[in-house]
């Protein structure tokens, strides 16, 4: 635990060095050891308290979280915004600091709106995680699935990596690309053109819209969900349209290398994104992806934290 | 009879084409003579160094009273236009209730003569409410007082409306002054959409959202032969639009914010609700198409859209937060910082689009220092260098992205109707 990082928070991966980027991934597959162990528990943030602030329904994501500080001696404190003060017309800032007068360590942050952890890194002096804000970021998830790439290919720079799907809506994308790049790798973005801008080439990735033709020049595919719920208008026609142009199923991956790489951050929608015979399949790393999220978290807590 | 002989300033009146070192004496209110020499009965203001122009004019700022007080009022209001210059101001109808009857239009005018700082014009509502249904009773709020008229805030949505309020306005020979925006391009948006918006995740607003309502808006001015006036332009094909317009013969004009010259959508990176406006900033290639509007006089007003907030309310998650900033005590400081200085506008230029072009606009008395003239003028420090402190200023809110910027030049004394209103301290 010697890597140094120097940030007090962690708001997104667009403000990360690679060196920084890379410490954290170090730090992670020494987590991934700890895991491994049958005594799981260290006494790293023994007396710290860290609480989840979710403005935003989630699962997988808290209990990660939750499940990486108590591996490292920590408590946790779950806060969601439904039945709060929230609803009694409480602001979002004086909650927080209401909490943070509790005497809490840090605040892991998910909210609907893009900038609210660094509004909350703004006017609160304890360490701010980002676990999700909007279409922004979701750093976390990002390193996470950088970690499974580089696990299972062994590095990063060279390769050669598709988003595939909702670009426009989605926070993973927006942190895998930053990762992505500054550890060397070529991105493509590929969906349809109404989720995928063209704008995106001004900052040196590819995009693309037909899967079929990018497909073989791929290591890396990382399906990312439809994300319904944050579309104001339907981009696409149809989701029966969408799966004929962009599922991920077993036709598509015999056109692939051989040893194609397929992520997809949870939750995935069997039949949309990726088919069951893919998702479950051995190129597959999805449940790797969730056992990394924890070691990922653990040493973003460590390093924010541990000191 | 109450003399102020002001000594020894560089006196620009774009109206009048002046622009020399001399001597101006006001007489009872009024401008009374040129060069004239000091008599002992003279209250006396030594201008060496100075500039000496017409009482600066904007054309649209948002006072908030009546029912927004907790943001600004007539009186918080005006002493900050004072303090930027400014010796009147037209304030937009979207207060609450809004200004769509005489009373109302009647009841800004006592507050401003109770405050007692500047002169206030109204801009009345197109429609009753400002709901977008009805044409509200414009002959009714011209014999008030209103000297145009927008449903600003919102845009006048519906084209029928629009014509028909060309047309009845022709008749008092008003301007329709209109927020351009198509709402079904901009809906949730909360900055410019682009390359910036894109990578923070963050709903946008197309410059065609504008551009649109804009060549509606042209159409509808050229067949009624009603006057239009553009608020606050803030694309590079919006300019565009209304330079092909003016070449045309349609009576358009356009007026353009500090904010949209000096900013970019660039600054939202910060995700600082201060940045949040509408029309929103824009990208680089836009403040440079403005820039050149300016100069060959596409854009012929420079004005603030001030527009307070309170804190509580900027200090929100970035789409629950209001748009808008504060403008008036920074307008001017921005101007000679980052138009003037830098050559792009030259005196008399710049000072044309803040006194006779939108006193011309709004067809209204001010906007010059010719001999009779009512005396609201403006003595300008332009070489003074300061430092802007929000939290310094007259206005009610704090909702500056401006805090702490360095400006060259502001207002030193401000007078009106023969009276100095304002004196800056340093």
Known sequence: MTAQFAHRHLLGIEGLSEHDITALLDLAEEAVEVSRQVEKKKTTLKGRTLINLFYENSTRTRTSFSLATRRLGGDTIDFTAVGSSVSKGESFIDTAKNIEAMGIDAVVVRHTTPGTPQLL???????VINAGDGPHEHPTQGLLDILSIRERCGRIAGLTVALVGDIMYSRTARSNIWGLKKLGAHVILCGPSTLVSQQWQEIGVEVAHNLDEILPRCDVVNLLRIQFERQATRPFPSVREYALLYTMNGERLERAKNNILILAPGPINRGVEVTPEVADGPHSAILEQVNNGVAVRMAVLWQLLGQ | MKRLLIQHGRVIDPASRLDRVMNLLVIDGRIAAYDAHPSPHDELIDATGKIVCPGLIDMHVHLREPGREEDETIYTGTAAALAGGFTAVACMPNTEPPLDTQATVEF????????????????????????????????????????????????????ELMRRAFEYALMFDKPILNHEEVRELTHGGVMHEGLVSLLLGLPGMPACAEEVMISRDIALAETTGGKLHVLHV????????????????????TEICPHHFTLTDDNLRTFDANYKMSPPLRARHDIEACLAGLVDGTIEVICTDHAPHAPEKKMRELDQAPFGILGLETCLPLVITHLIEPGILDWPTALAKLTCNPARILNIPKGTLAIGADADITIIDPDVHWTYDVHQSRSRSRNSPYHGWEFRGRAEKVIVMGQVKYRWNG
Do not use: M
């Not at chain 2, 197109?126 to 145009?148: F, P, T, Y």
């Not at chain 2, 300019?239 to 358009?252: H, W, Y």
């Open chain 2, 234 to 253: 803030s694309t590079a094909g919006s300019v565009e639009l209304i330079r092909q317009a003016k070449a045309r013969g349609i009576r358009v004009t």
């Open chain 2, 108 to 159: 800004i005018q006592h507050q401003a003569e109770r405050a007692n700082h500047c002169h206030v014009y109204v801009i009345a509502c197109v429609s009753k409410n400002r709901e977008g249904k009805e044409l509200a009773e414009l002959g009714q709020l011209v014999q008030a007082g209103a000297v145009g008229f927008s449903d600003d805030g919102a845009p006048v949505y519906d084209a």
């Open chain 1, 121 to 127: 890194a703004q006017h609160l002096g304890v360490s």
